[in-house]
């Protein structure tokens, strides 16, 4: 990428620039062919990484994850017996465990966690995307939801659950017959569904998009 | 790209009198208070305030975490508690190697590193001290993707409790080191996100000049 300086730019000339998140350097927007991808010289951040159909494909993988995960949320995902009981656990009874005394607020946070804010942020990338992968004019609010999106990303911790569910499988071994119920394979294909769908996410070129599309 | 590697001094936004975005990479007009492409606040790099307030209330939370129960496991009538410490021992002595190595690391190596490893950043970038902004970089990036994944044992007590509640033989009730080390998660999370990587570079910079 070849760098550019000019001490004074147009709206225009401002929008063939691009600078990396990570480190301020600053590029002329690079022509990246389609598979391939465009890196910082300095930091390695993806700057550029254009996919084929990547906006239809987001939005499938995405559109399915929200299917995956209602299922997960309802289905038992860890059944245990003992002593001729049977218990079934649905994901919602794991965040509402807390929902006495002062752990309250472990119970929201953690039914925030792994259910509300991974929903909100799979609503957030089909609405934003969607029309535009239609060939439509981007939805209004659709940069503030992609955004939100964005900012939602870490906090949305399904994966980090799915490990929960088998540390916590080896703990209780030893009391019980444990054994895994439909939803704990929903949410495996769901983490498999969100890890393809990052590698098709490049923020960068999705943003630009967005704003090619909201403004015609 | 095709510098990659060098130590070569490289044009920033800041230097051409432009503020980019950290959001969508836009380059804005150095006066501008939101991004033009995505609409988010845009900033130069905040100071180390804001991440050195978070990490220092994670430290708070983390010391009731470990000394407080974090389960509490009740069978037939007798009641135990255990730390998170004393959590992974147990799965250890029971022989469960991996999944015992897998609660050391995610309830307590994970958190002390990022502890220390956020502590060192924000330090070396205070007083400018000597590193290639690569190798500084790179800690930033695991310690920002890795954190979250401490929240583990928060999950495993929710599930083991919500599994074990109503059995009368036996049930496992979260104690409030859960609490306090969810707190503590979060807490570091917030100290990773505050964090501007663009401080590394800009004392890197200085360093090459």
Not at chain 1, 204 to 212: C, D, V
């Amino acid at each position: 990428m070849t760098q550019h300086a000019h001490q004074d730019l147009t709206d225009a000339a401002l929008e063939d620039l691009i600078v990396c998140p990570a480190c301020d350097a600053l590029y002329r927007v690079p022509d990246v062919p389609i598979g391939g991808r465009g890196r910082c010289g300095r930091c390695g951040h993806s700057l550029a990484a254009p996919r084929k159909n990547a906006m239809a494909r987001i939005v499938m993988l995405a559109s399915t994850s929200l299917v995956l995960m209602t299922a997960a949320i309802f289905f038992p995902f860890i059944e245990l017996s003992a002593g001729g009981m049977t218990r079934r656990s649905s994901v919602l009874d794991a965040a509402l465990t807390f929902s006495q005394g002062i752990t309250v607020p472990l119970a929201l946070a953690v039914a925030a966690f792994i259910v509300v804010l991974p929903m909100i942020r799979l609503a957030a990338i089909v609405y934003a995307l969607a029309p535009m992968s239609f060939g439509w004019h981007a939805a209004p609010y659709a940069k503030r939801a992609f955004r939100l999106a964005e900012t939602l990303k870490p906090w949305a911790m399904a994966e980090i659950f799915v490990i929960g569910v088998a540390v916590a499988l080896v703990k209780v071994a030893g009391l019980a017959t444990v054994g895994l119920g439909t939803a704990f394979w929903a949410l495996v294909l769901l983490v498999l569904v969100n890890i393809l769908n990052d590698t098709f996410m490049c923020k960068l070129t999705l943003w630009r998009t967005l704003e090619h599309r909201s403004r015609s | 790209m095709a510098h990659a590697r060098t130590s070569q001094p490289v044009l920033t936004a800041r230097a051409a009198g432009l503020l980019g975005c950290r959001v969508c990479g836009r380059a804005n007009p150095g006066d501008a208070h939101h991004c033009a492409r995505c609409g988010g606040a845009l900033s130069g790099p905040s100071g180390l305030q804001g991440v050195l307030a978070w990490l220092f209330a994670g430290l708070v939370v983390y010391i009731p975490a470990n000394t407080y129960p974090m389960l509490r496991t009740s069978l037939l009538g007798h009641t135990t508690e255990s730390t998170i410490l004393g959590g992974a021992i147990d799965l250890a002595h029971h022989g469960s190697w991996g999944v015992a190595a897998i609660v050391f690391v995610a309830s307590i190596l994970i958190p002390v590193a990022k502890f220390a490893v956020i502590g060192y950043l924000a330090l070396a970038v205070h007083r400018g001290w000597p590193l290639q902004g690569r190798t500084r970089f790179h800690l930033y990036e695991a310690v920002e993707f890795i954190g979250r994944w401490s929240m583990i044992d928060v999950f495993v007590v929710a599930i083991l409790a919500a599994l074990v509640r109503f059995n009368l033989a036996a049930s496992i009730a979260p104690g409030i080191a859960a609490i306090s080390f969810a707190l503590s998660v979060v807490f570091t999370m917030l100290a990773a996100l505050s964090f501007d990587p663009r401080l590394i570079w800009r004392a890197a910079d200085k360093d090459t000049a």
